[in-house]
């Protein structure tokens, strides 16, 4: 029986125990004038729930122990002798046979694979068949016992919110799971890489070349230094001197100079910049903005101006960072109190010296701390750099040389064709945990000083 | 008039038209002008940015939307093709077709229309037009017709803009023999990846960024909004919650790329899910919105005033009932709001997709979730690495439908707040 059935099996005998259920408890309510702590509709539920949940929970269980009860029970088939001795090989001998078991064969089969492939069909006939009747013998037994249960003073609601309150909670708990799945596939992949590459020729390395690893000595083409300066170079230095000033800049004048009119139109015009997905500003930056610096670079005579210099990837980085620094520092200023502002324009301060000595100063934490998470998000960014950026790691102050960066760098190692034991590819999760460590100190740093300033106001 | 004595006896009043006075303040009033011009000018040059870059790729990618054909004379009388027009009505029609070889038959044609280079002006995959054409009308199999088939590559890059000067030749000459034609390219929305650019369209990867969106929506949603009420009405404050708390908040600044890395790690190597399925995909773009839908949520909840859920307690509605009938209904749009932004980014995005190796050439939409996807961004990635120049404006218009897409799903979120937004 297919799965899809078997779910419309048991949602369509959870459906029927509502029901049944609510009708019963409405012929309750009808004979008696007593006050019920229910409603007909919480009656049904509870039945409903105690039909489909155990059987559901079972099938969960049942998929997961399933295949390793199948695959026991073909090692049980005469012809399972010839298999070779746990392994590779011999895993996939019963993944092949498993596939033409089920139809999914491509290619001619192994012989062994072929002969084995019906002894794997009727195993898993036989498990699918099994899981099937228990679970809706379950549903069926579970369902009965709560429909015996329903009485005038059985209090039906508190059950059913009982299982909300799970459901709310257990909701919840995913951003803790996802967070400990972060990092914990993270350390443990990066625990294997240090066990091959010394942490410290890791960090402090200064040659990166992944393309050409030594094997007896992995570490010495796997030095990250190159990485983290072009990471640095591009996202917090070149991206920062275009967002920063930009930003703002324009956060100032639509706070405090533009007519409301503008500031309306404006305001939205600029965050739209956030918008747009970074692939399309990785195809400008490659296609339009990269050819334009180069151009620009070989005009003033720079000699080596490469056409995926760290200047084009920047740049359009800080395009894109723009609207983060700009609403930032437009909260801050907006939540600087009027009176400070008043005072000042009072002593007879012109606006913009007021803007310079009395909002900016005051609002200096929370712009410093917007422009944190702007550098926070610019290091994470990769389609950018994955598309305007050169995978040669170079160690150079010369905006028009290439640079690569970490997240490019992560891409370049898991999208090619190398097997998942080698220090290549798991150097990608080394750097993936560099750049966690790095990005979550940014935003604890961030949102701890633009915490502390807001408080100071309040 | 005393008091006008004592004001007089302080220290000497200013002297408005003392000339260093003036001096400095023209000098004040020149730094505030300044100071202003630059703030208008950041404004504008911030404008300027999207500006530029809408009208580069609006320039770019128009020109995708057309394409270029040529007037094909075939003669299906006396082709020689081995179809039985009896076969081309129901079933068999593709197979029939398929059987003949219509791609010689076409190039033939075309060399004795154009002369002996005439194959090479049409796309590699005119004859599927061709072979649209008769299973359309059969009866075209007893006569002569013309069929409009599309140009190959660089004759439809010599008739939109520059071309090589030979290729600009041909078209003149053609264009002269009015045996060409552009038209708007409805293929490029209903066909899949090709590595012809004239044959190439987003249809499925289009059907690939629904389907992902789909598992995304269907998972982040439910699960932010019940974690949104959990925090916001329930969770009593203790170490637990903050915690939660805490990775809320983390999650929604973590780079997309290490969810890519999680999919990587969780979905593909421990769970053996497919690689490149939209169900994958959807799963890893579920966990990065997740967050931003529980942000919204939480600051709409918080929102709905005290006073509605003190009415219900009072009129003996139970914690749950307060919040499902009450609190809930009142938060929806803001709810909705944070949702589309949620969905809007992550249907923009590309890195995290890269990871679980949706990067793959795929030339038929995806039949299921399971099945090897790939979604606009990545497809958009895929084709802006491709040296061949007919893909620059393909790469464009792609980028253009999918900023349609995102553009009209902000605006549907910037009109459910203007239009729901209540203030209590």
């Not at chain 1, 029986?1 to 029927?16: D, N, P, T």
């Not at chain 1, 059913?160 to 309150?165: G, K, N, T």
């Not at chain 1, 100079?257 to 503008?262: D, G, I, L, N, S």
Request: proline content about 6%.
């Amino acid at each position: 029986m297919s799965l899809l059935v078997l779910f419309f099996l048991i949602a369509g005998l959870g459906l029927i125990a509502w029901l049944s259920a609510r009708m019963r408890a409405a012929r309750f309510r009808r004979a008696s004038k007593a006050r019920f702590s229910s409603l007909p509709s919480h009656f049904g539920g509870f039945v409903a729930m105690w039909t489909v949940l155990p059987a559901a929970i079972f099938l969960a269980v049942w998929a997961s122990c399933a295949p390793g009860l199948v695959t026991d029970r073909v090692l049980t088939d005469p012809a399972a002798v010839h298999l070779p001795p746990p392994g590779f090989e011999r895993a996939a001998i019963l993944t092949e046979a498993r596939l033409i078991s089920r139809g999914d064969g491509f290619g001619t089969p192994t012989p062994l694979a072929a002969t084995l492939a019906p002894a794997y069909a009727a195993a898993q006939t036989r498990a699918d068949w099994i899981g099937a009747t228990v679970a809706l013998l379950l549903a069926f037994a579970s369902g009965a016992w709560a429909f015996t249960r329903i009485r005038p003073d059985f209090r039906a609601r508190n059950q059913i919110e009982r299982l909300i309150m799970a459901l709310l909670l257990a909701a919840a708990l995913v951003a803790i799971l996802t967070t400990m799945g972060i990092v914990a596939s993270l350390l443990f992949e990066s625990a294997r890489f240090f066990g091959m590459v010394p942490i410290s020729e890791f960090l402090f390395g200064t040659h990166w070349s992944p393309q050409v690893i030594d094997p007896r000595d992995p570490g010495a083409s796997l030095g990250a230094v190159p990485l983290f300066w072009g990471t640095f170079f591009i996202g917090a230095v070149i991206a920062m001197i275009v967002a920063i000033p930009l930003g703002l800049m324009s956060a100032i004048y639509l706070t405090q100079y533009a007519a409301p009119r503008m500031r309306m139109w404006m305001k939205p015009l600029i965050e739209v910049l956030a918008g747009v997905p970074t692939v399309v500003y990785g195809y400008f930056a490659a296609l339009t903005v990269a050819p334009l610096v180069r151009d620009f670079a070989v005009a003033i005579g720079v000699r080596w101006a490469s056409s995926e210099s760290a200047l084009a990837a920047g740049l359009v980085m800080g395009i894109m960072i723009i609207p983060f620094v700009s609403s930032m520092a437009d909260d801050s200023i907006t939540a600087v109190p009027a009176a400070m502002r008043d005072g000042s324009l009072a002593m007879g301060a012109t606006q913009s010296e007021t803007i310079r000595r009395v909002l900016l100063p005051a609002a200096l934490p929370g712009v410093v701390g917007g422009i944190l998470l702007a550098v926070s998000r610019a290091i994470g960014e990769t389609m950018i750099v994955v598309m305007a950026a050169s995978g040669v790691a170079t160690l150079t102050l010369n905006p028009f040389a290439s640079t690569t960066t970490v997240t490019k760098q992560i891409v370049d190692l898991l999208t090619g064709e190398a097997e998942f034991d080698s220090p290549k590819t798991l150097a990608a999760f080394a750097l993936g945990l560099t750049l966690f460590v790095i990005t979550l100190l940014l935003n604890i740093v961030a949102l701890t000083v633009v915490k502390r300033y807001r408080e100071a106001y309040e | 008039m005393t008091e006008r004595a004592s004001i007089s006896s302080t220290p000497a009043p200013t002297d408005w038209r003392d000339a260093a006075h003036q001096r400095r303040m023209a000098k004040r009033y020149a730094a505030e002008r300044r100071f202003r011009w630059l703030g208008l000018g950041a404004v504008l040059m911030s404008a300027g940015f999207l500006v530029v870059l809408l009208v580069s790729m609006l320039s770019a990618g128009l020109s995708g939307f057309v394409q270029t054909q040529i007037a094909l004379p075939i003669d299906f009388a006396h082709s020689r093709l081995a179809i039985d027009p009896a076969k081309l009505r129901g079933r068999g029609a593709d197979l029939a077709l398929a059987a003949a070889d219509l791609g010689a038959a076409t190039d033939a044609a075309a060399i004795a229309a154009y002369g002996p280079d005439g194959d090479k002006l049409l796309s590699d995959g005119a004859w599927t037009r061709v072979r649209d054409q008769l299973k359309a009308d059969p009866s075209l199999l007893r006569r002569r017709a013309t069929v409009w088939v599309p140009a190959a590559d660089r004759i439809d890059i010599a008739a939109k803009r520059e071309g090589a000067p030979a290729d600009e030749a041909i078209v003149a000459k053609l264009d002269a023999a009015r045996a060409l034609k552009t038209s708007f390219n409805s293929f490029f929305l209903t066909s899949s990846d090709s590595t012809d650019p004239t044959m190439v369209g987003i249809w499925g990867a289009l059907k690939g960024s629904l389907l992902t969106m789909c598992v995304t929506l269907l998972i982040a949603f439910p699960v932010g909004v019940l974690s949104a009420l959990y925090l916001e009405e329930y969770a009593p404050h203790n170490r637990w919650t903050d915690l939660i708390e805490v990775s809320i908040n983390n999650l929604a600044a973590v780079p997309s790329i290490i969810f890519g890395l999680l999919g990587l790690a969780v979905f593909l190597n421990t769970f053996h899910l497919p690689r490149s399925a939209a169900i994958v995909g959807g799963l890893t773009l579920a966990l990065m919105t997740m967050p931003v839908i529980v942000i919204a949520s939480r600051n709409a909840i918080k929102a709905v005033p005290p006073s509605i859920r003190d009415a219900a307690f009072g009129i003996g509605a139970s914690p749950v009932q307060v919040v499902f009938h009450h609190v809930l209904p009142l938060a929806m749009p803001g709810i909705l709001t944070g949702t589309i932004i949620g969905m809007a980014r992550a249907l923009g995005e590309t890195a995290p997709l890269l990871m679980i190796g949706m990067r793959a050439f795929i030339t038929a939409p995806p039949g299921g979730l399971r099945d090897p996807a790939t979604v606009l961004p990545v497809q958009i990635f895929l084709w802006s690495d491709q040296v061949n120049r007919g893909f620059v404006e393909k790469t464009s218009a792609a980028i253009l439908v999918l900023l349609v897409f995102l553009l009209a799903m902000n605006g549907v979120a910037i009109y459910l707040r203007n239009r729901f937004e209540t203030r209590w």
